[in-house]
């Protein structure tokens, strides 16, 4: 570039490639650099989540996902997102228990949940209802105090389940089940969507080992739309619950957490096995409106390393609940089968992704689709408030402003009505 040259120094990380430095790009050289979508551009530094999605890896603080998913609860992850480090025993039992403590909610937030249409989605009420915390948990908003932004982290990784409990009892009608001490987290979370005060609901441990695993495998993933929109709000200063329910906001969005529900939509629009031949030809040639919803990933070019470990949970569920004559079921393991092994998806990667099969879990479980991107919700609020306090406590935290490329009119003067064409 001649005179124009600059340069710009390069930075390595513990892991992955090497990334320029390009802060003083502007001010050296006039210019700064486009990427819609941020696809190309590192936007902070954090030491919680790896992925390297050519050779199909993810590590949370260096421990690989698949011991993560087989030898830790979520809890136990939750610890480790949080603080960097496994627990020791009693500060696992001390963090599980303050937990407990922190699940029950305000009393006056069961008025919030009227103010709600009885058909209003899960998620709206999730959203506003966690925003809403801020109003009541005034001693958790001081971001400049390191305790008040670990007791809020906590609160939030609570309190969120009870909320999306009780968002789905008040559009099922039913009255809400408080949370049990007695209970793991996993069984916890299905006792308030099922119990009612006529019966305890009976936990089935290989039902709440596979929502564990679902929630441990959604708890973090890097810097993905919901994660970044949640530090950006975090770095205006605002309140860790007003970030949350940011991130919620994002979640909520089908081409982000809504992916899942479309793996079922699409089961239901194929209908049988004989369709499915038809349904992929329409797949391969493009057909409008025809997608392979659950196969694939924007980050990984391999298998998903997470849809492996929820293969073996989703065959699992469906063995000790008898499913596998179950039409949707039996739909899903043949659409599996034949995309796994057609050229054409082979060639491109296509292989089932964790949406494929968190969907067909969940919805094993019992759980409502409406309810899919809430329960994502819930674990991922893991990873948010971890990926919010790493951002509050990095030197030189700024608030985040990207730039744009202007493509509009270029400086023209006001022209009055009458002179207007």
Known sequence: ?????????????????????????????????????????ASCRSAITFIDGD??????????IEQLASKASFVETAYLLLYGELPTEQKYQEFRWDLKEHALLHEQIRNFFNGFRRDAHPMAILCGTVAALSAFYHDGVDISNAASRDL????????????????????????????????????????????RPSARYQVNPILARALDRIFILHADHEQNASTSTVRLVGSTGSNPFACIAAGIAALWGPAHGGANEAVLNMLTQIGTRENIPGFIEKVKSRESGVRLMGFGHRVYKSFDPR???????????????????????????????????????????????????????????????????????????????????????????????????????????????????
């Open 1 to 41: 570039m001649g005179e124009h040259a600059a340069e710009l120094p390069l930075l390595s990380g513990t892991l992955g490639p090497d990334v320029v430095d390009i802060r003083k790009l502007t001010t050296e050289l006039g210019v700064f650099t486009y990427d819609p979508s941020y696809g190309e551009t």
């Open 55 to 64: 050779k199909g890896i993810l590590l949370h603080r260096g421990y690989p």
């Open 152 to 195: 809020s982290a906590r609160r939030l990784i609570a309190k969120v389940p009870t909320i999306a409990a009780w968002a789905y009892k008040y559009t099922q009608g039913e009255p809400f089940v408080y949370p049990d001490d007695e209970l793991s987290f996993p069984e916890n979370f299905l006792s308030m969507l099922f119990a």
């Open 307 to 421: 849809a492996k470990i929820l293969q073996q949970t989703y065959h699992e569920v469906v063995a000790e609940l008898g499913l596998s004559h179950d039409p949707m079921f039996d739909l899903a393991t043949e659409l599996e089968r034949i995309a796994s092994h057609d050229e054409y998806f082979v060639q491109r990667r296509l292989y089932p992704n964790v949406d494929f099969y968190s969907g067909l879990i969940l919805r094993a479980l019992g759980i409502p689709t409406s309810m899919f991107t809430v329960l994502f919700a819930v674990a991922r609020t893991v990873g948010w408030v971890s990926q919010w306090r790493e951002m509050i406590e990095e030197p030189g935290q700024r608030i985040g402003r990207p730039r744009q490329l202007y493509v509009g009119a270029q400086q023209r003067d006001f022209v009055p009505f009458a002179d207007r064409k």
